[in-house]
Each structure stands twice: as structure tokens, then as C-alpha cells.
């Protein structure tokens, strides 16, 4: 087994407070240490980062019985077979931790594409769970939450021929659901100005149709801290009765520094 030193604990500690799973695995790799605990949980985060949950799951499984019969590794498997389950909550949840990890390693224009997907997601359950009709599990993976199936639901059944999925869905909702102190506040917050300054800036930029570059300054200017952007969302989630979890990955990585403490050496 591979040793680490003062030094690499230092440099992983700093590293994980930036989410940066793929040079920790560097820094484990070239001290030796390429199986066990430790090496697994960081290597699963890496691809739970990049949206492959099933990789992610497969990994956290191999882990030791003794870290398997942990309160929080368990909890990890059941969230991570809830992402490929499309889980509305863990979906959305995990979008929101995203682009928090993006805010702190400053990376605004794959923020704003983030919060774009986001924003749509939520148009889409809006739309799938306040349907008169509706008798079924929503899965932020299924054909019912497609951009097409529901543009084409929109005109057919409710005569709304738009296509834009989030102004198809506002006109829904003004038109067909029952108008609520809950619902108008989510509308508020999804229909701000403040937050179509963002989606507009999103789309001038490379992930949506242009090459502009983003700022911190340019999105305080439009809404503020970026980290309210986070905290908006999450309240609409909540009026949504949609549960968020915050900080999945603080809490794994407190496990991880734990488990350096049996590699390294003083």
C-alpha cells in the first residue's frame, strides 16, 4: 500500500475544497495508492461530477464491508441509484451542487449552462406534475419530460403553439393551473428579470449560441453574489415541495480526509 505525506495531505485538503476530484486521483496515483477506500470514493465523485452515476454507483460499491455498513455510504448508493433513476429531487439537487462547485472554481460560463438546464428542468416537472391527468412516477429521465413530448402535448391538448419549452409552460401555467400564493412566488422567481439577464447572457456566450466571455462582476451586476442564484433556486424547488439536499459533496469529502489519516505518515 502507498504511503502519503504532510505535503499531500495539505495538497489533497486544498484540492477537494475545489471539488478537484482528477488531481487527487494524480496526486494518489503517483504515491502508489490506486485501490482501497480512500482511492474509490474520490475516484467515484470524479465521475458522479461529470453526470456518470452509473460508473459512480458501480465504484462506491466496491468499497470495503466495513465503509459499505456506513449511515453515509449507504445513503451515497441510494442517491446515486436515485440519479439513474431520474429521481426529480436527487436530479435537481445534484444541478443545484453542480453549479454551486462551479461558482467556487470560478467557472461562469458552464455556470450559466448549468442554470439554463436547470431552469428548463423545472419548466419541465411544472408542467408533468400539475397535469389533471397525471397518475404516473415522474422521472426526470423519461419520455414524458422530453422537450418534444411536451411542446407536442402542449398543442395538441392545450392549444399552446410555441416552441420554446419554458414560454410554452409559462403559458400553460397562466392559463391551467390553479393559481396559488406557492405557485406565483416559483413563477417569480423562474419568470425574474433578474434571472433572464442570466439566461440571455448564457446565450450569448459559448454554451449557448455565441463566444462571449463571462464574468463574476457581469453576473453581480445582473443578480449579485452568483451564489444567491443557487439559494433562489432552491427555494422555488422547496415551494415545489421538491426536497434539496445541500453540500452531498462536503460531506463525502469529510469522509475522504478521514480516511487519509490511515495512508499518512508524520
Known amino acids: 500500500m502507498g504511503c502519503l505525506n504532510k505535503n499531500h495531505e495539505y495538497a489533497i485538503s486544498k484540492l477537494l475544497k475545489k471539488y478537484n476530484y482528477d488531481a487527487v486521483l494524480d496526486i494518489l496515483e503517483d504515491a502508489g495508492i490506486e485501490n482501497g477506500d480512500l482511492y474509490l470514493i474520490i475516484q467515484s465523485c470524479q465521475y458522479a461530477v461529470n453526470f456518470d ?29 436515485n440519479l439513474n433513476l431520474g429521481e426529480p429531487e436527487d436530479i435537481l439537487s445534484e444541478l443545484i451542487e453542480n453549479m454551486k462547485i462551479q461558482i467556487i472554481n470560478e467557472e461562469y460560463i458552464d455556470f450559466l449552462g448549468r442554470l439554463y438546464r436547470l431552469k428548463e428542468a423545472l419548466f419541465k416537472y411544472i408542467f408533468v406534475s400539475t397535469k ?37 409552460v409559462t403559458q400553460y401555467v397562466k392559463k391551467y393551473v390553479k393559481n396559488t400564493k406557492r405557485m406565483e412566488k416559483v413563477m417569480e422567481i423562474l419568470d425574474s428579470e433578474r434571472l433572464e439577464n442570466l439566461i440571455r447572457l448564457r446565450n450569448e456566450s459559448p454554451v449557448g449560441h455565441g463566444f462571449r466571455g ?34 452531498k459533496y462536503d460531506s463525502i469529502n469529510d469522509i475522504a480526509i478521514q480516511l487519509i489519516g490511515s495512508y499518512t505518515i508524520y
Open 53 to 81: 452515476f452509473r460508473t459512480a454507483l458501480n465504484i462506491i460499491e466496491k468499497m470495503s464491508d466495513s465503509m459499505l455498513a456506513r449511515r453515509e455510504i449507504q445513503h451515497l448508493i441510494i442517491n446515486l441509484k
Open 132 to 168: 389533471e391527468s397525471k397518475t404516473y412516477k415522474i422521472s426526470m429521465h423519461g419520455h414524458m419530460l422530453s422537450k418534444k413530448n411536451i411542446l407536442y402535448t402542449l398543442k395538441k391538448k392545450y392549444n399552446i403553439y410555441n416552441g420554446n419549452l419554458i414560454h410554452g
Open 214 to 247: 463571462v464574468s463574476k462582476e457581469e453576473i453581480e451586476d445582473m443578480y449579485g453574489n452568483p451564489m444567491e442564484v443557487t439559494k433562489d433556486l432552491v427555494k422555488a424547488c422547496e415551494l415545489l415541495d421538491l426536497g434539496i439536499t445541500m453540500n
